[in-house]
């Protein structure tokens, strides 16, 4: 009890509440049994998140019972309970555990663990990554931790990014003047542009694998010699 109260916020106040001074209750059969808490066959229910194993495996980690590492849903029982109970130092190690190379955590279970459970860290890499992979290659385990509603926010964004890309693409920004020191016309720069685009840095910002991100795209073209477009330009 000691070490409950110590670390967990939510059991320091639990322990504070004076006993009540009535011990006993009575059912609707007028049974008169001890009240919840005050005995082991009358135990408080927790209810969820608690079950017996979860919280079995918090308190063995807090004792240092099993000189084994934790497993992966070990972990995830200690993260779930820690951030439901308010245990800092619990959580900690949770989240350090489970980020460690070696968990081997896929983005589409970061995300969920990070929306679940507040590890505001790892929300945004995590959903980035996601991004970068296209919905058919993310397997289908990733999409159960996911669940439905974050499926739909993922697939929805990819689908509005994609048709961002090819609305950039097919209309690309085409100068409308040119610098004074340049010889060409104006329309004359303006199709080296376009055929460089078309021809070039096009093919690299659509690449179904490996697509240029539009920073990529805009190093790119700072590095690239365009005959008909002086740099000036």
């Not at 009535?22 to 969820?48: F, H, Q, V, Y």
């Not at 290659?137 to 739909?152: K, N, Q, W, Y």
């Not at 990819?158 to 016309?185: D, G, M, V, W």
């Amino acid at each position: 009890m000691t070490l409950l109260h110590r670390n967990s916020t939510i059991f320091k106040d639990m322990f504070s509440v004076p006993p009540s001074q009535n011990s006993m209750t009575a059912t609707n059969s007028c049974t008169i049994i001890p009240k919840d808490g005050l005995t082991d066959e009358t135990p408080i229910r927790l209810g969820l998140p608690f079950t017996v194993r979860k919280m079995d495996t918090l308190l063995r980690w807090y004792y240092r019972f099993s000189p084994e590492f934790p497993t992966l849903s070990s972990l995830i029982s200690i993260l779930e309970l820690s951030t439901f109970l308010d245990m800092d130092i619990a959580r900690a190690f949770a989240i350090q555990a489970l980020g460690a190379a070696n968990m081997g955590l896929s983005s589409a279970y970061r995300l969920s663990l990070g929306l679940s459970y507040h590890i505001s860290e790892w929300i945004e890499p995590a959903f980035k990554d996601l991004m970068h992979t296209p919905a058919n290659r993310i397997p289908a385990e990733d999409f159960v931790h996911l669940g439905p509603l974050v499926c739909h926010l993922v697939a929805s964004t990819q689908a509005e990014i994609r048709a961002l890309r090819l609305s950039i693409a097919f209309n690309p920004l085409i100068p409308p003047s040119h610098h004074p020191s340049c010889k060409n016309t104006v329309l004359a720069c303006q199709a080296a542009w376009e055929s460089a685009w078309w021809d070039g840095l096009a093919r690299h910002y659509l690449h179904p694998d490996y697509p240029l991100s539009p920073h990529e795209a805009l190093s790119k073209l700072e590095t690239t010699n365009i005959i008909g477009v002086t740099t000036a330009c």
